[in-house]
């Protein structure tokens, strides 16, 4: 079952904003991973969360590539219309939610704005094929599944994260997750107690 929920891990996102964004700034064009998105709640909090700390122009380079196993026809479609109901937006602080939605009169919900949902695409990916949909990425989020993996594929898959990322380049994953030994040779982790990890060259 995909639970998720909007903002569901602000110190994940403060980290983000106070030590990937910085970096993620100086590139022309940015591309974040966001594995095991779910509906779209998630890509759209790390959305509005840049949009709030970048401008118009730079935000208009950035790309999350949200991507998830489900395999119904449910999360392409809500990702892509950016609807949701009011028990859905319900975390969301007020003043965001002016923001960055609009009430959408047929459905009684909230739609989010364009800009937000030309930054978001999503498509259908499975982490244990081991295959990253793309290279040179600034930062992977991958929250609250890995714990579905056994060790053995919970390694495979931080490795694989590990090769898609660029030299320098962050990954996130939820507060409760111990990564495997490997990953301590490949990441450093960012603040003692926060689960953000820059990717380090490889050992050779
Ligand atoms: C609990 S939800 C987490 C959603 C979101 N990341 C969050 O933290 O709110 C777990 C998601 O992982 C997805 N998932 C499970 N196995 C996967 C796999 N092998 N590849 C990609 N996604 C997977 C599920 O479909 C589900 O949407």
New binding site residues.
């Given amino acids: 079952?995909?639970?998720?929920?909007f903002f569901?891990?602000q110190q994940a996102l403060d980290l983000i904003v106070q030590y990937a964004l910085p970096e993620l700034n100086r590139r022309r064009y940015i591309n974040i991973w966001?594995?095991?998105?779910?509906?779209g709640?998630?890509p759209y909090s790390l959305a509005i969360t840049f949009r709030e700390n970048m401008g118009h122009f730079l935000f208009r380079n950035l790309r999350i590539h949200a991507?998830?196993?489900?395999d119904d026809d449910r999360?392409g479609p809500a990702i892509a219309g950016g609807l949701f109901t009011e028990v859905e937006v319900g975390r969301i602080p007020a003043g965001i939610l002016d923001k960055y939605f609009t009430r959408d009169l047929e459905s009684g919900g909230y739609r989010i704005l364009a800009e937000l949902r030309r930054a978001v695409a999503f498509q259908r990916?499975?982490?244990?094929s081991l295959q990253p949909i793309r290279e040179e990425l600034g930062l992977i989020?991958?929250?609250?599944?890995l714990l579905?993996?056994t060790p053995e594929q919970r390694r495979e898959v931080v490795t694989m994260f590990h090769r898609a990322l660029v030299l320098g380049g962050y990954f996130v994953t939820?507060q409760t997750q111990k990564l495997p030994a490997e990953a301590e040779t490949l990441f450093r982790r960012v603040t003692p107690s926060g689960q953000l990890f820059q990717k380090m060259a490889q050992p050779t």
């Fill in positions: 079952m995909a639970f998720t929920y569901r891990d966001d594995a095991g998105c779910a509906m709640p998630e991507t998830d196993i489900a999360f990916h499975d982490l244990l989020v991958c929250k609250n599944v579905h993996f939820e």
